[in-house]
């Protein structure tokens, strides 16, 4: 059963930096396709960033260029850091693990979430 286990959440001032990690167990993490979604309050959770078992990346529009999600299959981990932040980006953030293309992501399963809080 797969479990995985984000950190990294906080508040951050806008134009600041987070870095989010997940931590896998349960699964051939290497096989497996990763991604980090977000939902705010009142909005259907959204796919950030995903990355494919060979390593390609993908990202929504509205993170390009801000935020960089990154694998290590030796410690089972993935990582999304977050630079430029803005009060936008507020949200719960979750990792999923999951089928994928570069075009787009099927999870299979979630964390609990983590809260990124940005003031402006």
């Known amino acids: 059963q797969v479990q995985l286990v984000e950190s990294g959440g906080g508040l951050v001032q806008a134009g600041g930096s987070l870095r989010l990690s997940c931590a896998a167990s349960?699964?051939?993490?290497?096989?497996?396709?990763m991604g980090w979604y977000r939902q705010a309050p009142g909005l259907q959770r959204e796919l950030v960033a995903h990355?494919?078992?060979?390593?390609?990346?993908a990202y929504a529009d509205s993170v390009k260029g801000r935020f960089t999600i990154s694998r290590d299959n030796a410690k089972n981990t993935v990582s999304l850091q977050m630079n430029s932040l803005k009060p936008e980006d507020t949200a719960v953030y979750y990792c999923?693990?999951?089928?994928?293309?570069?075009?787009?992501?099927?999870?299979?399963?979630w964390g609990q979430g983590t809260q990124v809080t940005v003031s402006s």
């Open positions: 349960g699964i051939a993490f290497s096989i497996f396709a």
């Open positions: 999923a693990a999951g089928t994928a293309t570069i075009a787009e992501m099927k999870p299979r399963g």
């Open positions: 990355i494919t078992s060979g390593g390609s990346t």
